[in-house]
């Protein structure tokens, strides 16, 4: 065998046993905190808190449900229970307002945001923790900056960039060239603002990854993209999941950009549920079932993301706080 190949094994065997010791740090730290917050509270003031709280959240979540199988009619006159139930709104909705077009659109655009935003921002914070150089304090700074930003602020800059962009590259080539109202326009514009969160985020998760494993696998003969890939990476695994999830959730709520930087075929879910919800005014009777029913659906996606990231998401968000 090889030297290549026995440290690539190596590296392998001794992946999940790193993983389990690096998991185990902020589960051991996030049980201490959850000890320490439940002594605060007797536990008759914790079950009355956990019940509000329950309430404020679900109450408003059950309505929508409600009103989403309730008559148009019904609802417009302020009756609380349906006399029947109009399950047929999860069904007309979607010839009423073009809402399969835009969830395509928001998965395409949240998606791949997400997933560059990801892969740059483990990049830059692998750099950024693991090397001292000229610049660094700055960059961190102006990650700050960016954040500290209103979003309003950066709409009209941005919108006049591309539309330069846009004009120039039209003049050159002597042609009409499309640049505002596609895909890369709105993902770039997602960039700005998730790739400076995940980038923080990462810096937080990377920073309790002892060094000394990665310069174990140097001894051993791997290279450093190839021990950033093997042993970084998979421990990093749990805060990238958050990572991803919160800057798809920048795209996916969007709905400020996503107004003037997309064309009809290009617009997302949450502007196509806007345009119905505005379409509905002025009407005979507004589509109230139809329009909670769009509502659901466009959170649907969400909670099921949630759902799938749940575990990596809890062990995720606690990591940067014990630094090994």
């Keep these: 065998m090889n030297a290549p190949r026995a440290t690539k094994v190596r590296l392998r065997t001794a992946i999940p046993a790193l993983r389990r010791e690096i998991a185990s740090r902020p589960q051991q730290a996030g049980t201490k905190r959850h000890r320490d917050a439940q002594q605060l509270l007797p536990p008759g003031v914790r079950i009355v808190v956990t019940v509000i709280l329950a309430v404020v959240i679900l109450v408003p979540i059950a309505y929508m449900l409600l009103l989403s199988v309730t008559p148009d009619v019904e609802i417009g006159a302020g009756q609380l229970i349906p006399t029947?139930?109009?399950?047929?709104?999860?069904?007309?909705?979607?010839?009423?307002?073009?809402?399969?077009?835009?969830?395509?659109?928001?998965?395409?655009?949240?998606?791949?945001?997400?997933?560059?935003?990801?892969?740059?921002?483990?990049?830059?914070?692998?750099?950024?923790?693991?090397?001292?150089?000229l610049g660094r304090r700055p960059y961190l700074y102006l990650l700050i900056g960016l954040q500290a930003v209103p979003s309003v602020m950066l709409l009209l800059p941005l919108f006049v960039v591309f539309a330069s962009i846009q004009l120039a590259i039209s003049t050159a080539i002597r042609s009409h060239?499309?640049?505002?109202?596609?895909?890369?326009?709105?993902?770039?514009?997602?960039?700005?603002?998730?790739?400076?969160?995940?980038?923080?985020?990462?810096?937080?998760?990377l920073g309790s990854i002892p060094i000394e494993l990665e310069e174990a696998a140097l001894v051993d003969g791997a290279s450093r993209l190839r021990a950033l890939w093997h042993v970084v990476i998979p421990l990093a695994l749990p805060g990238?999941?958050?990572?991803?999830?919160?800057?798809?959730?920048?795209?996916?709520?969007?709905?400020?950009?996503?107004?003037?930087?997309?064309?009809?075929?290009?617009?997302?879910?949450?502007?196509?549920?806007?345009?119905?919800?505005?379409?509905?005014?002025?009407?005979?009777?507004?589509?109230?079932?139809?329009?909670?029913?769009?509502?659901?659906?466009?959170?649907?996606?969400?909670?099921?993301?949630?759902?799938?990231?749940?575990?990596?998401?809890?062990?995720?968000?606690?990591?940067?706080?014990?630094?090994?």
């Design 84 to 133: 029947h139930w109009v399950f047929q709104n999860y069904q007309l909705m979607w010839s009423s307002a073009p809402l399969a077009q835009g969830l395509v659109n928001s998965l395409i655009i949240s998606g791949f945001a997400s997933i560059i935003a990801v892969t740059l921002a483990v990049g830059a914070a692998y750099v950024l923790t693991r090397f001292t150089f």
């Design 177 to 205: 060239f499309q640049l505002i109202g596609t895909y890369e326009v709105v993902i770039v514009t997602y960039l700005t603002f998730a790739l400076p969160f995940a980038t923080w985020l990462m810096m937080s998760y």
């Design 240 to 324: 990238m999941v958050v990572a991803l999830v919160f800057s798809f959730l920048a795209g996916w709520n969007d709905v400020l950009f996503a107004s003037v930087l997309t064309l009809p075929d290009t617009r997302t879910l949450a502007i196509q549920v806007q345009t119905f919800s505005v379409a509905q005014e002025g009407g005979a009777l507004p589509l109230y079932g139809q329009l909670m029913g769009a509502a659901i659906i466009s959170a649907l996606p969400v909670v099921v993301l949630y759902m799938i990231f749940q575990r990596y998401l809890i062990g995720g968000l606690t990591a940067g706080g014990v630094k090994g």
